[in-house]
């Protein structure tokens, strides 16, 4: 019988990778504490509707990434492929958006069917930033801020570019498709594939086609400046102001639209050229309707949603994490003879509680003295600290330099909480 393995797409993250990620986890809950957002936790099952009126249902993901299913009541469920619709769900279920502002965040899996490749999995992690209740373009401003905070605080601002646009209001969009759909028309046939299927369904997201031939083509048409309204163009202008005076440089980006029907105005995305392909890490902007068409009065809205998956990655391509996360242990406990066992187990849970800051491994399963302190060596542990029958007798204890030196020395195992060297608190 063949072992069951993982579906494909979908992945584990090992114990020697998860270190990595907490890291990540660790600086990014710190930079939205900075900013006052608070976390929201929302379920990974959604009615199959929420998509289908949020994202739009000419969407690829609607149309042929979603995992959807039938429950036993006959009801349509999905496996969440982003986290904006959930999240503004569970605000509006429980009254958080009625006449209030709110800075809300969450994290965690994300579903959809499509080729695995390096960067792109079928399940993937996001963070999601969403602001609630505010029309102005200061607080667009502050998610790109607190973005390129992050990016400040991982190490990598250097090494991804902010490109910025805006699409307008929904009268000026309409009026932009009906002439972008008037001008791909005339060069229908020369279109690649999936943009002749775009062209009478979302013909916004031809703009950011990957096909050289297509971007030729619509070198003349339309532009979206000549139709964007002026409330929208003022938001814009300030937008670009905020951002120039808070010294962040931006590429001006009039193909960039986003792939979700919910956006209007502001569409930002933060991209690196260190991942081929998959070179988009973040991305978000203002989807001021979507409140309202999932069943409210209108409610001013922003986010981003940010790939861990991909952060990760450029972390680890670019040699960005700190190196004391390959250091699992500070201290490795070793006992060997006859009832040293149980009294180094009763030392270690003592200053675990005393010494919550350090990490300590006690050998567990027996083994010879020898075998013990290759393992002790092997665990990476700055410090050994050894209990054998003589030591168990006498009150003490040998705490042994497993890095520098090899020096050992023996103290009372009473003194233990006062004789740990400063080498042995983690950082």
């Known amino acids: 019988m063949s072992a069951i393995q993982s579906i494909r797409g979908m992945y584990d993250v090992l114990p020697a990778d998860a270190a990595r990620w907490q890291y990540f986890e660790d600086v990014m809950r710190q930079v939205l504490r900075q900013y006052g957002y608070r976390e929201m936790r929302m379920p990974i099952v959604e009615v199959s509707q929420l998509f289908k009126r949020s994202i739009g249902e000419v969407t690829d993901i609607v149309e042929k990434e979603m995992y959807t299913f039938l429950d036993r009541n006959e009801e349509s469920l999905t496996l969440r492929p982003e986290g904006t619709a959930g999240c503004v769900r569970a605000a509006l279920q429980h009254g958080l958006l009625h006449n209030q502002v709110q800075r809300l965040w969450y994290q965690g899996p994300m579903f959809r069917y499509e080729k695995p490749q ?26 790109i801020l607190l973005s390129a905070r992050l990016w400040r605080e991982l190490g990598i601002v250097d090494d991804v570019s902010l490109e910025l646009n805006t699409i307008g209001s929904a009268d000026s969009r309409a009026a932009f498709k009906d002439a972008l759909v008037a001008y791909l028309e005339t060069v229908k046939a020369d279109l690649d594939e999936d943009s002749q299927k775009r062209l009478y369904t979302n013909p916004l997201r031809i703009l950011d086609s990957k096909s050289p031939k297509t971007q030729a083509l619509l070198n003349d048409a339309p532009a979206f400046d000549d139709y964007l309204d002026a409330e929208s ?176 020395s023996v103290i009372s195992q009473a003194d233990l909480d006062t004789m740990l060297p400063p080498f042995f608190v983690s950082p």
Request: charged share 25%; aromatic share 8%.
């Open 118 to 143: 390096k960067g792109r999995n079928r399940q993937f992690y996001q963070v999601g930033v969403e602001a609630f209740g505010m029309a102005d373009s200061d607080i667009d401003a502050e998610l």
């Open 233 to 408: 163009r003022t938001h814009f202008e300030q937008l670009q102001a905020r951002l120039t005076a808070a010294g962040v440089t931006f590429t001006l980006n009039p193909r960039l639209v986003r792939g979700l029907d919910y956006y209007s105005r502001t569409v930002f995305e933060w991209t690196t050229e260190h991942l081929g392909s998959q070179a988009t890490i973040c991305g978000g902007g203002r989807y001021d309707g979507l409140v309202k068409q999932l069943g409210n009065k209108d409610v001013p809205a922003v986010g981003f949603a940010l790939g861990i998956d991909r952060v990760i990655l450029l972390l680890e391509t670019l040699n960005k994490f700190p190196e004391t996360l390959e250091q699992t242990v500070d201290v490795y406990w070793v006992a060997a003879g006859e009832g040293t066992s149980e009294r180094a187990q009763q030392l270690v849970e003592s200053m675990r509680t005393s010494q919550p800051q350090l990490r300590m491994l006690m050998h567990c399963g027996g083994g010879s003295f020898k075998s013990q302190m290759k393992k002790a060596d092997k665990s990476g542990a700055r410090l050994a600290v050894i209990l054998g029958e003589q030591e168990l007798a006498a009150g003490q204890i040998v705490v042994k330099d497993l890095r520098v030196g090899g020096d050992q």
